[in-house]
């Protein structure tokens, strides 16, 4: 079973993002989706996140702020990942509101970590970065064989089929 999740925030090719995690003394992914079931106590890129908003906002919600890598059977590592300040998991179905579930504000502090991040990128050959490096935006991503963290804000009780 794999996860699929809606994000906010921003698409980044692998080497900038990995190249920002080496610097942090964070390991790289190699395109690798990361997952650690709890999240984001046990996920050191999810606690790189936070403790670099945390910086600007110190009442900034730990559970926002993550890394999602996209991955499908049969395809090689994926060049893109997302970086997201908010995000809403889906496991069979889900009524998405989208004012609730990925608000369009932007954190206190995610635009510089934005920029921090896509900073790393100079260092990178051209032909491993994406074309639209630092979109922001709303963004599926799926990711097979690792199973997301749904997380609590999931109702469990509603059907699967309704």
Request: with cysteine.
């Amino acid at each position: 079973m794999g996860s699929t999740t809606l994000i906010r925030g921003f698409k980044v090719s692998m080497a900038t993002l990995d190249a920002f995690l080496g610097a942090n003394s964070v390991y790289e992914t190699y395109g690798t989706p990361p997952f650690f079931a709890h999240h984001p106590d046990k996920d050191p890129i999810s606690q790189l996140l936070f403790a670099k908003i945390s910086e600007h906002d110190s009442d900034a919600d730990k559970n926002k702020f993550r890394v999602l890598i996209p991955a499908i059977e049969c395809a090689g590592r994926s060049r893109t990942a997302y970086v997201a300040y908010a995000w809403a998991a889906v496991r069979a179905n889900r009524e998405t509101k989208i004012d609730e579930d990925l608000p369009a504000e932007i954190p206190k502090g995610f635009e510089k970590l934005r920029q921090e991040i896509l900073g790393y990128g100079k260092n990178v050959g051209h032909g491993d970065k994406i074309p639209d490096e630092g979109k922001l935006g709303i963004y599926m991503v799926v990711t097979c064989d690792i199973r997301g963290d749904y997380g609590d804000e999931l109702d469990r009780s509603e059907g699967l089929y309704s």
